[in-house]
């Protein structure tokens, strides 16, 4: 194929079981809506999803990959197909079905009418945890708070961009992407559609807590400076509170006398700046973090083989 007006990016990490089944899923949604590629990026998987994906790609000319020499993260796999990516339009989306194929044509819809984006808006129903519910709403209160983006509870990466848009996310360089952010932060017209998320049909999720505290962190770092000013103005606030200490200290010895008596309050004292400081210095550390993997100008991910290239090489 040589192009096609749509492209449908699928990031996959052990998803050898969902392979087939999404693919025959999304080539019926798509039957009657225009000429659609899929690209999968299998993301260093450890089963047999490289072998399903070769197998699907010989067996159908609409079935693309590219296939990492490692794990090198989601957001590496989403640069990657967006990179190989060629349709007018490029829908990104989960392979586990938890992302349903069904929506695709309602997100084509809104990009036939104007929009150069458009946003697949998850409804928090009863069948997701609560905790999960309410930390979603908490994490993107706090990301609107100290970002530069405004986002919805239930947003997510099922997202359908231009060519312009992908065009223009291609041409960053920077190390850590935040699709879900970014996209709202270039400032195309977004359209929004909401749906319910489906049952993952193979396999486990791959975002455990410490995976979506990542995220959360890379989210909020990729698109603020504020978490750097509020460590200036908690030190100063801790500063102040600690003049308080001196001024107390300095009033118990020359009037009340019984200095003694304030180890507590000394114990308090340091106890209170400890924890501010390594607190400040953690928030800054996050940013040189980034800032070092930034100065390192190493890719974002090693591609190992794609379709074009097993072709080749028979």
Do not use: C
Not at 97 to 119: C, N
Request: net charge positive.
């Amino acid at each position: 194929m040589a192009s096609a007006e749509f492209s449908i990016v699928l990031p996959a990490h052990n998803e050898a079981g969902n392979v087939a089944p999404m693919i025959a899923a999304l080539k019926r949604a798509m039957a009657t809506v225009g000429d659609t590629e899929i690209v999968w990026v299998d993301d260093g998987s450890s089963d047999a999803t490289l072998a399903a994906l070769r197998a699907a790609a010989a067996a159908d000319p609409m079935v693309r990959y590219v296939s990492f020499t490692r794990n090198f993260g989601h957001e590496a796999a989403l640069r990657a197909g967006l990179r190989h990516a060629r349709g007018r339009a490029v829908i990104v989306m989960d392979a586990d079905f938890e992302h349903p194929p069904a929506l695709v044509p309602r997100l084509v819809e809104q990009w036939r009418s104007g929009f150069k984006i458009v946003a697949a808006q998850r409804a928090d129903h009863e069948s997701v945890a609560r905790f999960k519910r309410a930390s979603s709403r908490l994490y993107y209160r706090v990301l609107g708070t100290l970002g530069d983006v405004q986002m919805d509870p239930g947003s997510s990466d099922f997202l359908l961009l231009d060519r312009a848009v992908v065009d223009t996310i291609n041409g960053f360089e920077n190390q850590d992407l935040f699709l879900r952010g970014l996209v709202r932060w270039l400032g195309f017209p977004i359209a929004k559609v909401g749906y319910e998320p489906g049952q993952r049909r193979h396999g486990e999720s791959k975002y455990s807590m410490t995976r979506m505290v990542e995220l959360a962190l890379t989210g909020i770092a990729a698109h603020s400076v504020r978490p750097l000013r509020t460590a200036i103005w908690l030190a100063l606030g801790f500063a102040a509170l600690g003049m308080l200490f001196v001024v107390y200290s300095v009033v118990s010895f020359f009037f009340v006398q019984h200095t003694v008596a304030g180890w507590t309050s000394i114990m308090a004292a340091i106890a209170i700046l400890g924890a501010a400081q390594l607190f400040v210095l953690g928030i800054i550390g996050e940013y040189v973090g980034r800032i070092l993997r930034e100065t390192r100008r190493r890719p974002n991910y090693v591609v190992a083989e794609t379709e074009a290239e097993r072709g080749t090489r028979g």
